[in-house]
């Protein structure tokens, strides 16, 4: 799985969009970029992932630039229970064959929305 | 819908003790299972996996093991706990198939546990 790279922190105010970025410069064709968060003291949380379109959900919106080298996480109006690590995965599905194989969680980016 | 049980929440257990944690997950069927440990401040490390019915792959030498005696149930053991087992232990499900949506993992609430 390709390497990524996102900032240690972040803050937000209540009721504004939070853009958490993701830069994966090595991904290759075939991985896709998933985005989780762990609120303090819960297990992760999936929030969306996409290929190279542009996906949106009723939790949040990515954005992969063309050359998907980076990415965009949107939380459109963050409130205080976004408050959290948000961490980018750049992972290849499995297409054949069985087994499967853990996710590789890096340090993320700890956002948080101040009221 | 999908939902994915953990018990206990919390556990402190002395060192020497045995362990036994439990994770269901209702509303799917022949899911994928996981367990990972989650030390203070660290990132997720996967323990164990299991693609069925007493199908279990290991990730890392330790002192625990897993068991899978139903489709739905997951089974974190220990016969004698070590100071270092403490953490947060967490299972997570996928659906089974291949594909990037088969993919995302659903996370339990997890299990506290402090080995004293």
């Known amino acids: 799985d390709a390497k990524t790279t996102q900032p240690t922190s972040m803050d937000c105010a209540e009721g504004r969009a939070a853009n958490l970025p993701c830069n994966h410069s090595?991904?290759?064709?075939?991985?896709?970029v998933y985005w989780y968060r762990q609120i303090h003291s819960q297990g992760p949380q999936y929030i969306i992932h996409?290929?190279?379109n542009n996906e949106t959900n009723e939790m949040a919106s990515l954005i992969i630039t063309e050359d998907r080298k980076s990415s965009t996480l949107i939380l459109p109006h963050a409130t205080l229970r976004d408050t959290a690590v948000y961490y980018c995965?750049?992972?290849?599905?499995?297409?054949?064959?069985?087994?499967?194989?853990?996710?590789?969680f890096g340090k993320g980016t700890h956002l948080i929305i101040q009221p | 819908s999908q939902t994915i049980h953990q018990w206990p929440a919390t556990l402190v257990q002395p060192v020497g003790s045995p362990l036994s944690l439990e994770c269901t997950v209702e509303g799917t069927s022949n899911p994928n299972l996981y367990w990972y440990r989650q030390a203070a401040g660290r990132g997720l490390q996967l323990l164990f996996y299991s693609v069925g019915i007493g199908q279990i792959s290991s990730e890392v030498p330790q002192n625990l093991s897993a068991s899978r005696p139903q489709d739905r149930q997951f089974i974190l053991s220990s016969k004698k706990l070590l100071l270092s087992d403490s953490g947060f232990y967490l299972c997570?499900?996928?659906?089974?198939?291949?594909?990037?949506?088969?993919?995302?993992?659903?996370f339990g609430p997890g299990t506290r546990l402090l080995v004293l």
């Open positions: 996409g290929l190279k």
């Open positions: 090595t991904i290759s064709g075939n991985e896709y």
């Open positions: 997570a499900w996928t659906p089974a198939g291949t594909g990037a949506m088969y993919e995302t993992q659903y």
């Open positions: 995965i750049v992972r290849s599905p499995k297409y054949s064959g069985g087994g499967a194989d853990g996710l590789t």
